[in-house]
């Protein structure tokens, strides 16, 4: 039973190697020249003028939970778009469904002004 999960184990163990090694030896090994410059916050060459805690819209959060809605469900049409020949008719109307649904939440969105930015 627990030899079915060893390659799990392994792999589990390589990646927390291949994360953890180069920090680790960069920890100990790397130069450690610390100056004011180089400790401050980069903002785009002038100085703050806010607090970095300052609270966002919720506009931004809601535009970027759509951006990636949106987004993601074209990562559902390049394997459709691959096999397309293989599925037929039914795997094209269901497509067309699915795409059909997609529009009706992105026209509700945008009539509710969901994307507009001011």
């Known amino acids: 039973m627990l030899e079915d999960y060893l390659h799990i184990l392994i792999f589990i163990v390589i990646a927390l190697l291949i994360g953890l090694v180069p920090r680790v030896l960069g920890?100990?090994?790397?130069?450690?020249?610390?100056?004011?410059e180089k400790d401050s916050p980069?903002?785009?060459?002038?100085?703050?003028?806010?607090s970095a805690r300052m609270?966002?819209?919720?506009?931004?959060?809601?535009?970027?939970?759509?951006?990636?809605?949106?987004?993601?469900?074209?990562?559902?049409?390049?394997?459709?778009?691959?096999?397309?020949?293989?599925?037929?008719?039914?795997?094209?109307?269901?497509m067309a469904v699915f795409l059909g649904i997609l529009v009706v939440?992105?026209?509700?969105e945008w009539r509710k002004g969901a994307l507009e930015w001011e």
């Open 55 to 94: 609270k966002f819209d919720v506009r931004y959060y809601l535009v970027a939970i759509l951006f990636i809605i949106f987004d993601l469900e074209i990562a559902f049409l390049f394997p459709w778009a691959i096999v397309l020949e293989d599925l037929g008719v039914a795997g094209f109307i269901a």
């Open 27 to 36: 920890a100990l090994l790397g130069p450690r020249r610390p100056y004011r």
């Open 105 to 108: 939440g992105f026209l509700y």
């Open 42 to 50: 980069y903002e785009c060459g002038f100085e703050a003028f806010e």
